[in-house]
């Protein structure tokens, strides 16, 4: 089943205790985004990834970090989470070949940082 | 610069009623459009696209039609069922790009009552 996973899908954490959430997708997808939803806000992109080893910063990348060392994976990073990153995180992916390349996403992971 | 507004919420809706949410958007070429769907507790999902001008996209008694002179892609379906309560997030994408990514509006939350 074509899928992107994420992992934790709740987390609570404190102030400054790094965390990593995981995502990984099987679909050979060369696309890779990490998004934050806020009430009120919408989606807001975090950072992107155009294949292994090329990402860039997306409208809201202060505070974490990515990596894209293969194909399937790109984990987000939270060196010194902040009470203001308590959100809800989706990853997704896509093949971009085309106009119309749908956005596939995780089911979400809910951070709390107190 | 893109962009997309969709009309705020919340939107309460008696089962059998009829659905309409505004999206306009602004765009620097001409955008491929779509509506998303995320359920409660889920990722959001494709619903429905339209990649060119005057095209109807359809899916589940959803549709909207790309216009581009009044640059919008309204979300319609002529009879809600409590199963579509959900947050409708109208998105679009650039033609051409190979970035692969999406500028999403904020989301309009529907509650359809029985």
């Known amino acids: 089943e074509a899928q992107v996973t994420q992992n934790p899908r709740y987390l609570i954490t404190v102030t400054g205790k790094k965390l990593t959430v995981t995502c990984s997708q099987n679909m050979n997808h060369e696309y890779m985004s990490w998004y934050r939803q806020d009430p009120g806000l919408g989606l807001r992109q975090i950072y992107y990834?155009?294949?292994?080893?090329?990402?860039d910063k997306g409208d809201v990348p202060e505070g974490y970090k990515v990596s894209r060392k293969e194909k399937r994976n790109f984990p987000l990073i939270l060196e010194s989470p902040s009470p203001n990153q308590t959100s809800l995180y989706f990853c997704a992916s896509s093949s971009p070949a085309g106009v119309a390349g749908e956005l596939f996403f995780g089911e979400g992971s809910r951070l709390t940082v107190l | 610069g893109n962009s997309v507004t969709q009309m705020e919420g919340p939107v309460t809706l008696s089962e059998e009623a009829f659905l309409t949410i505004n999206c306009t958007y602004t765009?620097?070429?001409?955008?491929?459009l779509f509506w998303y769907v995320q359920y409660p507790g889920e990722g959001l999902q494709l619903l429905l696209k339209a990649t060119k001008a005057d095209d109807k996209g359809s899916n589940k008694g959803f549709e909207a039609t790309y216009r581009k002179e009044t640059t919008s892609f309204h979300l319609e379906k002529g009879s809600v069922q409590v199963s579509d309560s959900a947050v409708y997030f109208c998105a679009l994408k650039m033609r051409g790009s190979t970035l692969g990514r999406l500028y999403f509006g904020r989301g309009t939350q529907l509650t359809v009552w029985p």
């Open positions: 765009a620097t070429g001409y955008p491929s």
């Open positions: 990834s155009m294949n292994v080893e090329v990402t």
